[in-house]
């Protein structure tokens, strides 16, 4: 793992980063193309993940601007059943943990449309979402959900607190993750919880993505990517200390970290130890356990491939399923485009009528499927599988298959898959 001078850590200012994969570089992966976009060039930016050889934060460069990436976005998170679910069971969860009520006030960063604070609405809590994408964060207003457009900073977090009060649980769910200035994101945090409140932040697991090779996860607007180690010493910077973590199966494998103010924290619990314990054995307490990553997100590649250029030597149809961000990553670092995936459908309208950024596929309404009865389906949120297995479960009709590209390539009859999921 050679080590490369690229600006330094953000976290820790130290330089000399070290490789963990050269990904090429490709479009920022929300950036959906219009039709009249397509005779126009795209701008392409690096994606190269590396490692700080001091802090051992994993980290991409900050090549792309958030503002311009979240102002507008094509992501809507109650599109996916799946997602609400898991949003309901972390409200009623967090009520019953923190003890809240009518008197307490939760606010959540990077809250989208809505989809998890309609549950803290309909409970009678009191509540805030800041979300700076306009057109989702319109849409969590038109569902009664009160939202405030802006990114978090200390300053926002302080007028925020100024006008409504200290939180006593912030919530930044995949988030963390998404803001180059880690240090200012911490201190907007801190800002906003009270003395005596709660942050919970859920984050992909960097022990999964490394152990599973979930390289499409890796994109310009995934800034970092954590362990319970990396995130606490992020958080530490503005007197945050994690108390406790749980592991959920949430994009393919993420972490629950739950933080107080440093004066109340307390000892780590129980399954937070184990978790530390166990990314350590994994080696990604140093350099070690990034080694070899980049030949195993080789081998997916051409697994890929492989199967799509047989496909179509065959005479048999592959069409996508899912327009996600990662999906993106995938598609433009295997090169693959209309001639061998002719479509991919989504369920979100804003997608519909747009093309995949940098590969170029159109985006389709769902039902296209059933009209064109392709031979096998390309599953590219793959995070998904039970609930899209489900819902794909028609394609046992006609004999079509399901195929999920990672952690490893698998072909699957969607009827099998309904009945383990």
């Known amino acids: 793992m050679p080590s490369e001078d690229h600006g330094g850590c953000r976290l820790c200012g130290a330089r000399d980063l070290a490789s963990v994969v050269d990904l090429g570089a490709s479009p920022p992966c929300e950036s959906f193309l219009s039709a009249a976009a397509l005779e126009a ?18 980290q991409l460069p900050p090549l792309i601007d958030p ?145 599973s090779t979930q390289y499409d996860t890796i994109y310009h607007e995934h800034f970092q990517y954590y362990t319970v180690a990396t995130a606490r010493r992020a958080l530490a910077t503005s007197g945050l200390t994690v108390v406790d973590v749980e592991r959920l199966p949430t994009h393919g494998g993420s972490i629950r970290l739950w933080a107080r103010p440093a004066a109340v924290a307390g000892a780590p619990s129980e399954r937070m130890l184990e978790t530390l314990a166990e990314e350590k054995a994994a080696g990604l307490h140093d350099l070690s356990g990034y080694a070899g990553f980049a030949r195993r997100v080789e081998a997916v590649r051409l697994d890929l491939l492989e199967f799509l250029i047989q496909a179509k030597r065959r005479g048999e149809r592959v069409v996508g399923y899912g327009a996600p961000g990662k999906g993106n990553t995938l598609l433009n670092h295997c090169g693959i485009r209309p001639d061998l995936l002719p479509y991919t459908v989504d369920r979100n309208p804003y997608k519909h009528g747009r093309y995949t950024p940098g590969t170029r596929i159109p985006i389709l309404a769902p039902d296209r499927i059933a009209q064109d009865r392709p031979d096998y389906v390309l599953v590219l949120p793959w995070n998904l599988r039970a609930e899209l297995s489900s819902q794909l479960g028609y394609l046992a009709g006609w004999g079509g298959r399901l195929v999920f590209p990672i952690p490893r390539l698998e072909i699957v009859t969607p009827e099998r898959e309904v009945i383990g999921a």
Do not use: K
């Open 41 to 58: 060039p795209e701008m392409t930016f690096p994606l190269h993940l590396r490692v700080c050889p001091e802090c051992f934060l994993v």
């Open 67 to 211: 503002a311009e990436t979240f102002t507008e976005y094509a992501y809507f998170s109650s599109f996916s059943h799946s997602w609400l679910e898991h949003a309901e069971r972390f409200t009623a969860g967090a009520v019953e943990r923190l003890g809240l009520d009518g008197d307490s006030f939760v606010v959540e960063v990077a809250s989208n449309d809505g989809y998890l604070l309609r549950n803290v609405v309909a409970r009678g809590l009191r509540c805030l979402g800041i979300e700076p994408s306009v057109n989702v964060g319109e849409a969590a207003r038109e569902a009664g959900v009160p939202t405030l457009t802006a990114f978090l900073d200390e300053d926002t977090g302080a007028a925020v607190r100024h006008e409504h009060g200290r939180a006593d649980l912030v919530v930044a769910n995949n988030v963390y993750a998404h803001i180059p200035d880690i240090l200012g994101f911490t201190a907007g945090l801190r800002a906003l919880v009270a003395d005596d409140g709660w942050v919970s932040i859920e984050v992909q697991h960097l022990l999964s993505l490394i152990e």
